[in-house]
């Protein structure tokens, strides 16, 4: 029992050092997103996909936190677990996503961590410390007061 507790630790220690390290993306229109590149920002990455109803119910909090943030201290991307670029990009359109969007695949999102269920969202602070996971729907008002506690403490 204790050599599996070890175990299990052991794995979340390298998994959490491994995402730690940070994360290179790619979106959509070409533009490559570093988490380095974000020092001083807090990161939300969002694992999705068009057909997964939570996330799209949880896309107008996104959109609404990013845009109140994305100037000052915060930076939403999306990553899209999709089956086609142009199904990821049609939708993007109609929904009038503004964060960054990269079409992802279950290999480029092992840099960030497991994703189980749609949808998942990591949360870096400004230093790039992976502080937050969250395997379902996040809302803006659970990440800002998150944020809001973090900065306090």
């Excluded at 994305?70 to 899209?80: E, S």
């Amino acid at each position: 029992m204790a050599g599996r507790w070890l175990a299990g630790l052991l794995l979340l220690a390298i998994s959490t050092s491994a995402c730690a390290a940070g994360f290179t993306l790619q979106d959509m229109s070409g533009k490559t997103h570093r988490l380095a590149d974000y020092r001083g920002k807090w990161v939300l990455v969002n694992f999705w996909a068009t057909w997964c109803p939570p996330c799209l119910s949880e896309i107008p909090e996104l959109i609404s936190l990013h845009d109140a943030h994305k100037d000052r201290d915060l930076v939403v991307i999306g990553v899209a677990l999709d089956s086609t670029r142009a199904s990821v990009a049609e939708f993007a359109g109609k929904s009038k996503i503004s964060y960054p969007l990269v079409l992802g695949d279950r290999k480029m999102s092992a840099q960030i961590g497991a994703v189980d269920v749609l949808p998942t969202s990591y949360l870096y602070a400004p230093n790039g410390e992976l502080v937050s996971y969250q395997a379902g729907e996040v809302t803006r008002a659970g990440i800002e007061t998150y944020i809001k506690n973090k900065k306090l403490n």
